[in-house]
């Protein structure tokens, strides 16, 4: 490393336990980002790089948005805080309201929370609360799905269905969790959209309510499109039949929208894309193009009466014992608030719809390659299998980093490389990313 590029590096890398990293070899050889513009990332080495993943599915309007910057500076001069219980600013008012008219049905009332884990968190406590309000105390079971990703709290952690995340803390996690199958199938190696087959998988659900009573299951949670763990589709007909089944047992059906919420499938949710919805939704990093943290629940208006007209508590006491110190906070609300603008300015699900047959086709070109083993999409979103190699994730993370090497950086899970360009992508930054795409593949093929 040249002793310019070495400015870039802080003076020690030991104290910060970094997240989801392997801390040992990101120290021995660490890939900073230090600038963000648009499309485009710069290193520490001054290398520039095209994001291919909008970060993690959060900056899908692109890096650096003045309208947004100005928005939270502007908010911050004026209120930087107030305490978001029994108290509140007008901020957090119209977003709610600006929300709750992209959302589909009558999911209209708004809860913020900090982040898309705490999302799930509020979206498991409020299913709970409502049984209880109706008088439905006994129903504490919650369904989720394998390789299913909902965050990395207690309860948003044993919902989940990725092994690695689950395994660690098996003897922590909230009990009563039973999981329907993931509805990934052999056939599903290489489907551009929904699979045809598959939609019976969702029958697990009605199995489960056969062996521990229906009437025990608070919520069943999924993500309409299984994100973290590779773009996984869901069947033609399956979120419909998961709807009936939890209509048909008076289970709350819970859509965690964090990836697939704000425009990632072509509309404003995977709900109104597939034309199904839920009771529940939780959304959270293109709420703000992941400038500031911020999760949303989104809930039906007969959950939240139900939950406040059951509260005998007296004047001034919760309704729901449940919050967080920076639920809503004027800065996430301003960046919020900039966010809904551009949106609607700009048409932005539009331009999402418009834009995904041709990365779709794009991704799918790098079909040829020996070590790419499948690939999906939907929207904006794909997700590309390398052939494993000796052990699980290895060859998902080397790939990665042939392909950061190549220019375009992602992030990978497993042997998953997890594709989600940002929305302001013109026709060239998509060729731009597929070809670079294929540049770092057959690096590493060639490794
Ligand atoms: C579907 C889904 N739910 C929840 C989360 C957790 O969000 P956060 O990391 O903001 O807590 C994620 C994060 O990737 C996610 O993809």
């Known amino acids: 490393m040249s002793s310019q590029n070495r400015t870039n590096i802080p003076n020690s890398l030991n104290e910060h336990w970094m997240p989801f990293s392997d801390n040992k070899s990101f120290k021995k050889n660490p890939r900073l980002i230090t600038d963000a513009k648009g499309v485009y990332l710069t290193n520490h080495e001054g290398k520039k790089m095209i994001d291919g993943s909008s970060g993690l599915f959060c900056n899908p309007l692109g890096h650096g948005r003045r309208e947004i910057t100005e928005a939270v500076t502007k908010q911050l001069d004026k209120l930087d805080y107030c305490q978001p219980f029994n108290q509140g600013f007008g901020g957090s008012f119209e977003l709610a309201t600006r929300i709750a008219k992209k959302t589909p049905g009558d999911l209209n009332k708004i809860f913020y929370t900090i982040c898309g884990s705490t999302a799930v968190e509020t979206a498991i406590k409020i299913a709970v609360a409502y049984h209880r309000a109706k008088g439905d105390g006994h129903r504490f079971k919650f369904v989720g799905r394998e390789r299913g990703y909902h965050g990395m709290n207690i309860g948003a952690t044993t919902v989940g269905g990725m092994i690695n995340n689950v395994k660690a803390f098996a003897s922590i996690l909230m009990p009563g969790v039973q999981h329907i199958r993931h509805t990934h199938l052999p056939e599903h190696k290489f489907v551009k959209g929904q699979p045809e087959t598959g939609a019976d998988m969702a029958e697990d659900l009605e199995r489960l309510a056969t062996n521990f009573g229906g009437e025990n299951i608070a919520a069943c949670i999924v993500e309409p499109i299984a994100g973290s763990t590779g773009t996984l589709v869901p069947p033609k007909g399956y979120l419909k039949r998961l709807r009936e089944i939890c209509d048909k047992h008076g289970i709350l059906l819970i859509f965690d929208e964090v990836i697939t ?131 699980p994730g290895k060859a998902g993370f080397q790939t990665f980093k042939h392909c950061y090497d190549a220019g375009v950086n992602f992030k990978s899970t497993g042997d998953t490389l997890i594709i989600a360009p940002q929305f302001i992508c013109e026709k060239k930054h998509i060729d731009e990313i597929i070809e670079k795409l294929r540049t770092g593949i057959s690096n590493y093929a060639k490794s």
């Open 261 to 391: 919420g704000w425009g990632r499938t072509g509309s404003a949710f995977g709900a109104q894309e597939f034309g199904v919805t839920p009771d529940i939704m939780t959304m959270a990093k293109a709420t703000t193009n992941g400038v500031i943290p911020m999760g949303v629940v989104a809930v039906k208006d007969g959950i939240y009466d139900a939950v406040t007209d059951a509260s005998s508590a007296p004047e001034g006491a919760p309704e729901l014992f449940h919050g967080y110190t920076y639920s809503g906070i004027p800065a996430a609300v301003a960046a919020a608030l900039a966010v809904q603008d551009i949106f609607d300015n700009e048409d932005i699900f539009k331009r999402a719809k418009e834009m995904s047959p041709y990365f779709q086709d794009g991704l799918h070109s790098l079909k040829d390659l020996d070590v790419v083993k499948g690939i999906r999409s939907y929207g904006m979103m794909g997700g590309i299998d390398i052939k494993m190699k000796d052990k």
